[in-house]
């Protein structure tokens, strides 16, 4: 019988110790505080045109640990939104730092205007001027949707291209008259970017449109348009646009990563407030306001040093160097495989020849939030940048 199966009292106890102690040591592992900025305000009024990003980095060098410091009021119906008007202070509770709105009337002007508008409507999480054309414009989809999808197959006069004020006949809509849709053009294919998996299509807003007749074709209305309707762009019903007030930063985990696959709005260069394309999405956990940091390095580098000395000068090597029979080498510690099973054989060192190339070291050159997801893709906003960004680039866990 093995001896696993008869295991002594002790043994048991002995082993539950040590479970018990490995429990204990990482519950207990400590996690770095969250230190405020030396520059940091006691007092904050929120201003009209704030948002949360902006006013957790007054307080911390990392905005997405906002909610470690931030005291929700739990008498109001979202304790965790902000308005303007709220004034922010900073008190203690046992040595930590912690940021609450204060127990007073907000301030807020008011001026006589012909139309009432929402003066104290929440601040928004990330600057909405910026993802606005991408909250509900732009959409990830898929080739069945693309091929079943109901399409522009003409227009009045037998004109190629079609502006807003302009009709269109599309495919057989038989819905409500009146209904508001969104002409989509369908663009590149995403891919993941390390195994080639197809994982999309972006399909890019061209216009808004209503519906003026059903049938086959129906005659749809443009409205608003972001450039010229043409034929075999794709028609939707159209979708209500996110507010996005509702979700606070918070750091990607440790195990999840990915890559920024392309960058929207028809620009080149990656920086501050560039929507860019994640290939994760909702079926790897991301959520909207979870934040990545993106690295820069990871790929293989000629090592010029190395190649210089693999050129062999006679003068520089001597027999008495083991480089002169043997080539560079470093030892990589001792090998315990054995050409026979003779014990009497000693372990011998285990060397390896000096590589010609070298590994760029990993460096967080800038953050993204995540601010719209699809099932394997993501919509994450640039919020900081300290170095040039490529396509490509690694993104992870901040911290």
Known sequence: MSIHKHLSSNDRRRRLLNLALLLFAVLAWPSVA???????????????????WGIAGRYLNDPWRWPEIWRANPDVANPNRIYPGDVLVVSYDQGRPQVSVASEIREVRLQPRVRVTELDAAIPTIPISSIAPFLTRGVITSADDIENAPYVVGFPDGRAIAA????????????????????????????DYTTGEALGFEAAFVASAILE??????????????????????????????RLRDFIPHPAPATLRGHIISVLGGVTQIGQYAVVVLDRGSQQGVKPGMVFAIYRGGETRRDPVR???????WRNQSPLDSAFWYGDHHATGWSRRQPTTDPQIPLHVEARRLTEEYLVPDQIVGNAMVFRTFDRLSFA???SATHAMQVGALVGAPD
């Open 34 to 52: 969250v230190e405020l900025r030396d520059n940091h305000p006691q007092r904050y009024q929120v201003q009209p045109g704030d948002n949360l």
């Open 164 to 191: 807003s004020g302009d009709q269109a006949y599309v495919r057989k809509i038989m819905a409500p008259i009146g209904q508001r849709y969104d002409i989509l053009r369908p663009g590149s294919e995403y891919r």
């Open 213 to 242: 007749r059903q049938g086959d074709p129906a005659i749809l209305q443009i409205g608003r348009t972001m450039t010229e309707v043409a034929i075999g762009d794709r028609v939707r019903p159209a979708a209500d646009e996110d």
């Open 307 to 313: 190649n210089r000395s693999n050129q062999w000068n």
């Open 381 to 383: 906003l640039i919020m």
